[in-house]
């Protein structure tokens, strides 16, 4: 397939302003599920674990379906694209395991149309357009070559920490159950969305190996859509929570 450097600069420009979007709008615009979800009359609710399957999907599909038809000269770029499908594997474990209240259908909707596009995106950019082999094995690219080793660092504990705070989670809970705990161990005696840092750090880290700016634009989308809701989530444990360690932070240990 042809690389069109248009379509990725305006999706991943598209990725960026929305995500500032909601950033200068949160107040008024945070996405309404779990805790945040606002009872403005009936609403069409499904499963939480249908819902997390059904919208993360997606972000797996694509990109696996991309990679089966692309006839990609760069294999670095294929393997990257398979660690994007790998760590949306946890599509199926997440959605399997997950003790979340119901969810809202258009907020199912949209969470599927921002993975789709973002799934697209990537594997678009890896698969036709990234040139790996030339810049990253030059000696003049050496520098390059680091922040590929150190992004895939990155990347592998921000995973680990956004996989083990959100079992640390899903423990606070009986299967049945819809009540909120005060979560402990991990990187939750620093911060009260610790799998919210890791996810961050997981992008980020996976925007410094690629050194690209779709990868970035993702990042930098994650950070704005989650990073208020790391705030409100601390906000909420503060409120209901007479106990709640004084010293935990919202998102970044130690600063806020
Ligand atoms: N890259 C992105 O832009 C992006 C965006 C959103 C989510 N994500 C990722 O998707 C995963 C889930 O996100 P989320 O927004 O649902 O995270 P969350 O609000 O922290 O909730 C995670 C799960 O744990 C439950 N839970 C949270 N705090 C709890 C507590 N104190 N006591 C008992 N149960 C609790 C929630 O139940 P309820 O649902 O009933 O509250 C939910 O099932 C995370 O790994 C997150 O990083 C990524």
């Known amino acids: 397939m042809h690389c069109s450097h248009e379509l990725v600069n305006i999706l991943s420009c598209g990725m960026i302003l929305a995500g ?22 009936p609403a069409w609710m499904v ?3 249908v819902a997390w399957f059904l919208q993360e999907m997606p972000a797996l599909l ?23 499908c790998l760590f949306y594997g946890r599509t199926f474990v997440y959605a399997l395991l997950t003790r979340g209240r119901p969810f809202p259908v ?20 890896l698969l036709h357009c990234a040139q ?26 921000g995973m680990a920490i956004n996989i083990h705070s959100d079992y640390i989670l899903r423990n606070l809970r009986k299967p049945g159950e819809v009540v909120y705990r005060i979560p402990k161990g ?14 961050i750090l997981e992008w980020f880290g996976y925007a410094l190996s690629t050194w690209s700016l779709p990868t970035l634009s993702f990042a930098l989308f994650s950070f704005c859509f989650i990073g208020p809701r790391a705030y409100y989530h601390h906000r909420f444990y503060q409120e209901n929570f007479k106990d709640y360690p ?9 600063i806020c």
Do not use: D
């Open 20 to 41: 500032l979007g909601h950033l200068i709008h949160h107040k008024g615009a945070q996405a309404a599920y779990g805790r945040h979800m606002v009872h403005k009359g």
């Open 47 to 49: 499963p939480a674990k």
């Open 62 to 84: 694509v990109p696996l379906l991309l990679s089966l038809s692309s006839h990609s000269s760069s294999s670095l770029g294929q393997s990257l694209n398979i660690l994007n």
């Open 106 to 125: 258009r907020v199912m909707v949209a969470a599927g149309f921002v993975c789709s596009l973002n799934g697209f995106l990537q594997s678009y950019y």
């Open 132 to 157: 790996f082999e030339e810049e990253w094995t030059s000696k003049v690219h050496y520098q390059i070559g680091l922040s590929f080793y150190q992004g895939l660092i990155l990347f592998y504990i």
């Open 186 to 199: 991990g990187l939750f005696e620093y911060v009260s969305s610790a799998n919210y840092l890791g996810e």
């Open 246 to 254: 004084v010293l935990r932070k919202a998102l970044i240990p130690f």
